[in-house]
DNA sequence: CCATCTTTGTGCACGCGTTCACAAAGACAT
DNA sequence: ATGTCTTTGTGAACGCGTGCACAAAGATGG
């Protein structure tokens, strides 16, 4: 039986083991001790807790240059999402296949959301759409939302919303960047002459979490 | 002198209005007591503090579905980031104009890095290459890089990588959904017949923050 | 059956960000 | 000037996630 203890998944992710563990014991997922955690019984109870066990159609809002891109991501059908429908308002769109999905036109939007009891929507249209996209998508029943037009939706109680803010990506990066050549002096010598030298350890924290430092008074 | 309260900003960001007095404080951004904070003023300390008053030219890696999407972007440009160049190892597209902008062959990556001063690259390309590109782009003095490929790219001390994954994205938000479903013994008297009525706050928390709740045991 | 060794599960303490609550500052009217 | 009223700036309390440290569990070998 092939098992994995916590310090080696740790080490893999570069969090803490007992955070891990800790985790791990929230799911219920019995290790053995002495012996570790039975990867294929814990891949199968991470999956179904994150609900990677049933597939969830969704439909992309907005099939322009990122929606399009979107369209033909295969990343997504390998983690259970299937693109259910792919909707715009252009006219001269409707009927055109995008990645092998005839795009259909908004005002199906609705019938194509009952029928295949779609939940999750994507927005990929310019931000003046957005809003008013969102509350079609509401209204017929979608209940989560990713967001990828630079607007905050507003959404009734139990819609989730997550926003995908590719320019506040770069901010965060420009950011940190900032803060590197505020520290020059300090830094000088410590390093040498570049060269990147490897370091075998993945670096910690490379999600999209909320990770900008408190600002200090320098 | 057109002024906003903290109270007023709070509530159209749907955030506690002394968090905010407080982040601001650590700005050194004075506000004026009983009256609130001079805009303009505001706005010009906070984007010098982001680095939004200085443009970053930045490299896009892997000009295919999604870094044709990027390029095409104008977000970027109205927040400061300027495309110095497009990549791809594609010779056939080596020339080819993506957004105004000529493509150029992997072999002058270094070149054209050094020449531009870039110190933020984007990585667009598949999985697989990810991590060459990556090894690439510090090599030749990036710092920050913003990866949409969905590896996990281990880089010096002193890079920073934030890893923008759709696919987690989507799963978070299947997760909720699935908890959603979960309740609906417990929720089912509580709100009639559907009808999405407005609520005009905006949703607060729909970043891409860590906001997954802690699994507890049902 | 007992000893030893590994690894889990978790109580506890620490640190940090958030929120409360309020004194002080300043605008504005009288 | 003086008083009132609004809003800031911040000390202190709170809550929560993270990490430490260790007892208990169980495997494994003698
Ligand atoms: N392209 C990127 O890399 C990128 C990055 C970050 C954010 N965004 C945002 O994503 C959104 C789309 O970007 P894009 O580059 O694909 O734009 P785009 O103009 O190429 O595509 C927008 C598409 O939405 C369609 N549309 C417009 N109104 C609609 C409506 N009411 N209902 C349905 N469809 C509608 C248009 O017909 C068009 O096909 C924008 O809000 C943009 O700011 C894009
Ligand atoms: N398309 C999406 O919506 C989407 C969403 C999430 C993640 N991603 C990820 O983004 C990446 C790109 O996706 P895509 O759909 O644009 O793929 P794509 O195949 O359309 O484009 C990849 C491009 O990278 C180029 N390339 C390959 N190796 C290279 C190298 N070593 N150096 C420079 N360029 C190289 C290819 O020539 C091609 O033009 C993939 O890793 C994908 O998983 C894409």
Redesign the pocket.
């Known amino acids: 039986m092939p098992t994995v203890?916590?310090?080696e998944l740790a080490a893999a992710a570069g969090?803490?083991?007992?955070?891990l563990?800790?985790d791990?014991?929230y799911l219920g997922s019995?290790?053995?001790?002495?012996?570790?955690?039975d990867v294929e019984y814990l891949v199968y109870q991470i999956s179904r807790e994150l609900g990677l066990t049933q597939d969830w159609p969704v439909v992309i809002v907005g099939i322009g240059n990122l929606g399009a891109a979107l369209a033909n991501y295969g990343g997504f059908a390998s983690r259970g999402f299937r693109v259910a429908a792919l909707i715009d308002a252009d006219p001269a769109m409707a009927g055109k296949p995008v990645a092998g999905i005839p795009v259909q036109h908004t005002d199906e939007l609705e019938r194509i959301i009952e029928d295949n009891g779609v939940s999750i929507g994507v927005i990929a249209t310019p931000a003046g759409a957005a809003q008013q996209v969102c509350d079609r998508l509401v209204a017929a029943g979608v209940t989560s939302i990713l967001n990828f037009a630079p607007t905050v939706l507003t959404v009734p109680d139990g819609v989730d919303v997550r926003k995908v803010d590719l320019s506040i990506e770069l901010q965060i990066l420009a950011f940190h960047e900032q803060r590197k050549a505020g520290e020059e002096s300090a830094a000088a010598a410590a390093d040498g002459a570049a060269a990147p030298a490897a370091r075998r350890t993945p670096s910690t924290d490379q999600g999209p979490d909320g990770d900008v430092?408190?600002v200090m008074p320098a």
Do not use: L
């Not at 969090?15 to 955070?19: G, P, W």
């Open positions: 203890s916590s310090e969090v803490n083991s007992a955070k563990r800790k791990f014991s019995y290790g053995t001790r002495g012996v570790g955690y430092p408190a």
